[in-house]
């Protein structure tokens, strides 16, 4: 009995201590600041028991990468047109041109081999042109003079080159009185962005009524350019070199200076003007010398685009003749076709 008592009085201890511990316990209070209990993450434990990893997640994670390199990129880093990125069919270079995947389409290495460099220079920056003219008369003299002639002409920015060539024959009834010809390689080439030029000249005349079977003369030197455009040249040249009459009583060769100008204008659309002097003095005596002189006007024909009337006056001196006249003057009406 006695035992009984303090095991009555121990349950009323136990309740309150459990009262008492339940007070002990703080209430949560709803705020407006705090998140409501819906809204708190859920213990540790419970986030584990919800996504449960599975043992080969935990065992490999080598196989999770695997698994996640097979589901392909996502779509907006997927190139359209590249099936081993999952981008689908292959699209040809247009297509992806047009959806605008390639802004600019890959251009081809532009390579210049050694045999462009002929065929580059021979298909670019030639004017050229061919000309000729006829003459004659019939009754108490019968006469037939003929002329042609061939000029090829490239200019660029950095040099020019240039030949040309004539040739004159005239006859009266069947006694030939004009016999002459004249081929001439000239180069000029500019000297950086200067007005300065390196200039060379090759000249070949041959006339029948010469006291010389063919004169050859090579020259070089300096020259410098006052004028050069499309619409006017204009240059002064001062060189050396040498001449030399085959088959004159005096064949041997002669040095000699040379001093040119030439000049080139395109007076309007279909009009333009060409004078050219070269003086080739001796060395030795400057009153020994050579002078040829050309002077020509070109019109272009209405209606025509490459057809030309060219009227000129071609003057050569020569101060040692040799037993010939000195001086030979030739006017011209030519037809000049350009190619």
């Known amino acids: 009995a006695g035992r009984g008592e303090p095991a009555g009085r121990g349950e009323p201890a136990r309740a309150n201590r459990s009262e008492s511990l339940e007070l002990n316990v703080p209430?949560?209070?709803?705020?407006?600041?705090?998140?409501?209990?819906?809204?708190?993450?859920?213990?540790?434990?419970?986030m584990a028991d919800e996504n449960p990893a599975s043992p080969s997640d935990r065992t490999d994670p080598a196989a999770n990468r695997g698994a996640a390199s097979e589901s392909g990129p996502p779509a907006e880093l997927t190139p359209p047109g590249d099936p081993e990125a999952g981008g689908g069919t292959t699209q040809s270079l247009g297509e992806q041109l047009e959806a605008g995947v390639i802004e600019d389409p890959p251009l081809e290495e532009d390579v210049t081999r050694w045999y462009d460099y002929p065929i580059r220079w021979l298909s670019k920056g030639w004017k050229n042109h061919a000309e000729f003219g006829i003459n004659g008369t019939e009754g108490n003299a019968r006469t037939l003079a003929i002329q042609t002639g061939l000029e090829l002409k490239r200019k660029t920015d950095l040099d020019t080159f240039a030949i040309d060539f004539d040739y004159r024959q005239a006859r009266n009834r069947t006694v030939t009185t004009e016999d002459n010809g004249r081929f001439n390689v000239d180069y000029d080439r500019m000297v950086g962005e200067s007005s300065w030029s390196?200039?060379?000249?090759?000249?070949?005349?041959?006339?029948?009524?010469?006291?010389?079977?063919l004169r050859v003369n090579l020259n070089g030197g300096v020259g410098y350019h006052w004028l050069r455009d499309e619409q006017t040249t204009l240059v002064t040249r001062f060189g050396a070199g040498?001449?030399?009459?085959?088959?004159?009583p005096v064949d041997r060769w002669t040095e000699e200076?040379?001093?040119?100008?030439?000049?080139?204008?395109?007076?309007?659309?279909?009009?333009?003007?060409?004078?050219?002097v070269d003086y080739f003095p001796a060395w030795s005596d400057f009153s020994r010398f050579r002078l040829v002189s050309d002077v020509s006007w070109e019109v272009l024909l209405d209606g025509s685009e490459n057809l030309s009337l060219k009227v000129?006056?071609?003057?050569r001196y020569d101060s040692d003749p040799q037993g010939a006249r000195p001086n030979d003057v030739y006017y011209s009406m030519l037809l000049l076709y350009k190619f």
């Open 312 to 315: 000129g006056v071609t003057d």
């Open 257 to 276: 200076a040379v001093f040119g100008i030439d000049l080139e204008h395109q007076l309007t659309e279909r009009q333009k003007i060409k004078g050219k």
């Open 242 to 248: 040498a001449s030399r009459p085959f088959g004159s």
């Open 27 to 46: 209430e949560r209070t709803a705020s407006p600041d705090s998140p409501s209990s819906d809204s708190l993450p859920p213990p540790p434990d419970e």
């Open 198 to 213: 390196m200039f060379s000249k090759f000249g070949m005349e041959w006339d029948e009524f010469k006291a010389f079977d």
